[in-house]
């Protein structure tokens, strides 16, 4: 199985599996109302944005390879002392301008 997400043409893709899911009636006319803004049908606005949420939820958690002498140096970087930056130090911890 890919990680992939189905590019914008899912609409061509072979759609073999089914999901169903129970939603109240306001969650069902929001959905309603926001799918015919978007001029697409309700299962495909839900498929979108569950396909985009899935994404977001794994995009931190998925697998990358590198070839042994790129791994090393990567594990290198890692492994350095963390470089100080007295701004960004600054930015993080004095009140922002919406503290004020």
Wanted: proline share 6%; glycine share 2%; aromatic share 4%.
């Amino acid at each position: 199985m890919s990680d992939r997400q189905p590019t914008n043409d899912r609409s061509r893709a072979v759609k073999e599996e089914r999901i169903a899911l129970r939603a109240s009636h306001e969650e069902r006319e929001l959905i309603t109302r926001a799918s015919g803004l978007a001029a697409t049908s309700v299962s495909d606005f839900v498929l979108s944005a569950s396909l985009q949420r899935a994404g977001d939820v794994l995009a931190d958690r998925r697998e990358f390879q590198l070839p042994a002498d790129r791994w090393e140096a990567f594990v290198e970087l890692l492994d350095r002392p963390p470089v100080e930056r007295p701004r960004l130090r600054r930015l993080l911890t004095e009140p922002s301008v919406l503290d004020r």
